[in-house]
């Protein structure tokens, strides 16, 4: 499903998706208020969605959505690389962030990786969190947080960060969901991090997923 | 409402004519009152002078006449007791006593002052007169008769003697009564000069009371009107700074205004027309056989060229006016305007919020937003400085905002740029107060409290 309010760039999306043998396009909404009735009604897998609507923006309706629908996975469409959008999308429980400026080359993928669960971010915001996060770091002159953790708790984060869940995490690398549980507690201890989403921004920013 | 330049230089010169009308009107005045007391000064000192005299004259004629009539007295008893001797008396007076008597009494008339009028000399010869016609008698009644019968010399007494002196005696009292009289007509005289001079003293301090009050009066309007006109005036700069104050306000609410709808309009029509342009020109660069360079060649050329519309277009939009102020709030639009500083210049921006509520109204963020933008530039632009922290926390009816820098500072009071102005009115507006700290060498302090409420609803 599709919502932006831009006729132009929803046929175009529309055209670039239904490209794709296995993908339909269910419905367009061209404001906010309008996505979250009809992923009520269409209960669509995906849903790509611009951050900038009216009436009630992207990000207000992804929040809202995912309170009502945790289960269809979205892709944010937005003019900008920032991090608090990223930050905000991702705390209303979006899964993937596309610049619209790349959205023709990295739609598909993106569509992909959220419907299969993990996380995507397009190559230029993954670029400009490092870049903020390296020059911080250098001017601040402190140590890299990074570097204080394990091997085991780096893998552990790679994992969260795509977006496996707890018991996930423990058939893949062979522990006890309790052990993960301490590993990701460790880790948000250690890089200072509140919750899923910095975890995953944090992760983007250091480059481990993208 | 402002004065044009010859109006104003012709009031100039009103204002400098009556000035000088007033000045020359109270120095006439001044000079008025002086030469009136000098001359009143001068005359009661002439009629003191003139009285003085009159009283001279007066005591000098009447003891003149005094003089001459006990001389008379002294030779008539002289004369008679020369002339009545031998009968009985044995006394040593002769004729020689009674001519030295005579001389006395015409040393006497001699001396009487000169200053006589007519009338009064005529008199004095008819006493002397008299008195020499007495003299002559004498003389021959004292030569032919040096041993006179008694009965001869008792009638000469009698009758010639006692009658002259009689007549004397009339004239003297005539000359004394013209003598008072005189003196009553010279100082009836003075005293009609006097009262002259009184008239004149009393008219010319009145004239001086008329014309000073006429003056006090003339005074009093025009000081009464100039206190109008400069209250008028105050007034008139009081109502044109408040004009000028709404008009700034207006200003800086017309400015967001536009800002705000020309960033819409960037961002929502140009940006996504573009956007949807590039989703477009993917399209057709898939359609098109990948080895075509004719086709793919300036499909990429397009391509690039859009790309970088849309940037532009982008930051454009974000420097009028951050969407993420109305997207996603106060402190997001902070962090990213602290972060944009970062990226483009050498400080480094933190920021540190607390207890900022999700919905402020939109002045409270513009005004904030645009006080970091303000403050973070200036910064990044002149102070050379490494680290700022940009600080907000929200109060009980107030926020309260602090933007610190460690650059190179700069003199507060004396540098005062269109920037500090523009957040001091922007502050201002809402009610707020803003304070900046700073001083060369010692980096920069912005303090900012704006009220959450309005202080008086009205």
């Known amino acids: 499903m599709l919502a932006d309010d831009h006729n132009l760039m929803r046929r175009g999306l ?30 669509p897998d995906v849903l790509v969605m611009d951050i900038g609507m009216p009436s009630l923006n992207g990000i207000e309706a992804a929040a809202q959505i995912t309170q009502s629908h945790p289960d269809v996975a979205m892709v944010m469409l937005s003019m900008h690389s920032d991090e608090s959008y990223v930050l905000r999308a991702l705390k209303a429980g979006a899964k993937g962030y596309l610049l619209k400026d790349s959205a023709e080359a990295d739609l598909i993928r993106a569509v992909h990786a959220v419907a299969d669960g993990k996380s995507f971010f397009s190559p230029a915001v993954s670029k400009v969190l490092l870049d903020d996060y390296v020059r911080k770091l250098q001017r601040s002159g402190t140590e890299d947080p990074y570097d204080l953790l394990t091997p085991r708790e780096r893998e552990v984060l790679q994992l969260v960060a795509e977006g496996q869940s707890n018991k996930e995490v423990a058939q893949l690398l062979n522990l006890s969901v309790y052990t993960v549980e301490t590993h990701r ?23 481990i997923i993208s | ?69 006990i001389s008379v007295h002294v030779y008539h008893d002289q004369m008679e007791r020369y002339l009545l001797r031998g009968e009985g008396s044995e006394s040593a007076i002769d004729a020689i006593d009674v001519q030295k ?11 009487y002052p000169a200053d006589t009028d007519p009338e009064e000399r005529a008199l004095l010869s008819e006493i002397q007169q008299k008195f020499a016609e007495e003299e002559n008698a004498f003389a021959v009644l004292a030569s032919q008769h040096p041993r006179a019968p008694a009965l001869e010399t008792q009638r000469f007494v009698g009758d010639q003697m006692t009658l002259r002196r009689a007549y004397i005696l009339q004239v003297s009292q005539q000359v004394s009564s013209l003598n008072g009289k005189e003196l009553m007509d010279a100082k009836k ?42 209250r008028a005036r105050y007034q008139e700069l009081v109502a044109s700074r408040q004009e000028l104050e709404s008009l700034s306000v207006r200003l800086v609410d017309a400015q967001e205004e536009e800002r705000r709808s020309i960033s819409r309009e960037l961002h929502d029509e140009v940006g996504q027309t573009l956007g949807a342009l590039l989703v477009d020109l993917g399209q057709l660069s898939k359609l098109a056989p990948a080895q075509d360079n004719l086709l793919q060649g300036p499909i990429a050329r397009i391509k690039s060229a859009v790309e970088s519309a849309v940037k532009a277009i982008r930051d454009l939009a974000l420097l009028l006016r951050p969407p993420m102020l109305d997207d996603l709030g106060l402190v997001a639009a902070l962090e990213w305007q602290a972060r944009e500083i970062s990226r483009r210049s050498e400080v480094e921006v933190d920021v540190h919020s607390e207890r900022i509520a999700e919905h402020l109204p939109d002045d409270i963020k513009v005004c904030l937003y645009r006080l970091v933008q303000e403050a973070l530039t200036n910064a990044a632009r002149h102070s050379g400085a490494k680290h700022a922290k940009v600080s907000v926390v929200q109060n009980q009816g107030s926020i309260r905002m602090q933007i610190v820098d460690d650059g190179a500072g700069f003199s507060p009071e004396r540098v005062r740029g269109m920037g500090i102005l523009g957040m001091e009115e922007r502050v201002k507006r809402l009610g707020g107060t803003l304070t900046i700290e700073s001083a060369p060498g010692q980096g920069t302090t912005v303090l900012a409290e704006i009220p959450t409420e309005p202080a008086n609803p009205l």
Do not use: C
């Not at chain 1, 993908?23 to 009809?38: K, N, W």
């Not at chain 1, 890089?191 to 983007?204: D, S, T």
């Not at chain 2, 009609?192 to 001079?197: H, I, L, P, R, T």
């Open chain 1, 185 to 207: 507690s460790n880790i948000m201890e250690k890089l200072n991090l509140h919750g899923v989403p910095e975890l995953i921004l944090y992760a983007v920013r250091k480059g």
């Open chain 2, 1 to 69: 409402m402002a004065t044009p330049p010859e109006v104003d230089l012709q009031s100039r010169q009103h204002a400098r004519t009556i000035r000088r009308i007033l000045l020359l009107a109270f120095g006439g005045l001044l000079a008025l009152m002086i030469v009136a007391g000098l001359t009143a000064l001068h005359s009661l000192r002439q009629l003191d002078g003139i009285e003085r005299q009159i009283n001279q004259r007066y005591s000098a004629h009447s003891q003149a006449l005094t003089a001459i009539l």
């Open chain 2, 101 to 111: 008597r005579a001389a006395n009494v015409r040393q006497a008339l001699h001396t």
């Open chain 2, 189 to 230: 005289s003075l005293a009609g000069s006097f009262q002259n001079v009184q008239f004149r003293l009393v008219s010319m301090v009145s004239l001086s009371l008329f014309a000073g009050l006429l003056m006090s009066l003339v005074g009093g309007f025009y000081i009464l009107r100039l206190e109008r006109q400069g």
């Open chain 1, 14 to 43: 529309r055209v670039l998706l239904e490209q794709q043998p296995d993908f339909a396009v269910v419905g367009e909404a061209s404001d906010g208020r309008d996505a979250v009735a009809l992923v009520a009604s269409h209960r």
